[in-house]
């Protein structure tokens, strides 16, 4: 097989590093290790944001994490950093490494472990900071309303206020619906190509 390399500059401070694969290894900035010793491989993306009237406040990216048998951890993404707040999205070269990493991979170590969707410590703190902040909207609205309506002072200025807050509730709503697809899972090789 031809070698294949993939290169990106996280940010500002970092350099652009090239990753490369041969017929047998990884190589990157800090070295090389064979596929026989890739113990998982991990694709999965962080969605982007957008506020309304703000427009794209978080750019969304595709992430892969590869654990090597040491424990340590090789981090690619399909972000490359250009200039301050100015990335560039490299997914179609991306896709074509991670596709071609995971067949070598596959093919040296059947032991190893291929996953899709965010590792579960950040999976889990998206997940709550999201659900908390989506039940408190819900609870602040809610109780304000029965508070108001108690003490007859809901004015439509007042409810135009609460009926504003609940529409609040779209962000953190959709936010946990794109977190929830990106749960681990077995990889499947539909997985490399799309959000997960």
């Known amino acids: 097989m031809p070698n294949l390399t993939y290169q990106v500059r996280r940010s500002l401070a970092a350099s652009t590093d090239e990753y490369a694969l041969t017929d047998a290894a990884l190589l990157w900035p800090g ?17 982007g944001m957008w506020i309304f009237g703000a427009g ?9 994490a590869i654990t090597l048998d040491s424990g340590a951890t090789i981090e690619l993404t399909s972000q490359h950093y250009l200039s301050f707040g100015n990335f560039e999205d490299r997914s179609a070269a991306f896709y074509t490494f991670v596709s071609a990493l995971i067949a070598r991979v596959r093919a ?5 472990q291929l996953v899709s969707g965010m590792p ?19 609870l602040f609205t809610a109780l304000g309303l029965v ?19 609940a529409g609040l509730l779209i962000g953190p709503i959709s936010f946990l619906r794109a977190i929830w697809r990106r749960r681990t899972r077995d990889l499947n090789s539909g997985d490399i190509s799309k959000d997960v």
């Open 56 to 64: 794209k406040v978080a750019f969304g990216s595709r992430r892969c």
């Open 147 to 165: 508070g108001l309506s108690l003490e007859h002072k809901n004015s439509l200025g007042t409810s135009l206020l609460f009926l504003v807050l």
């Open 108 to 112: 040296a170590n059947p032991a190893a």
């Open 31 to 47: 070295g090389s290790v064979p596929f026989a010793r890739i113990k998982t491989v991990r694709i999965y993306s962080v969605p």
């Open 120 to 138: 579960p410590m950040l999976w889990w703190f998206w997940f709550l900071s999201f659900g908390l902040l989506a039940v408190l909207l819900i």
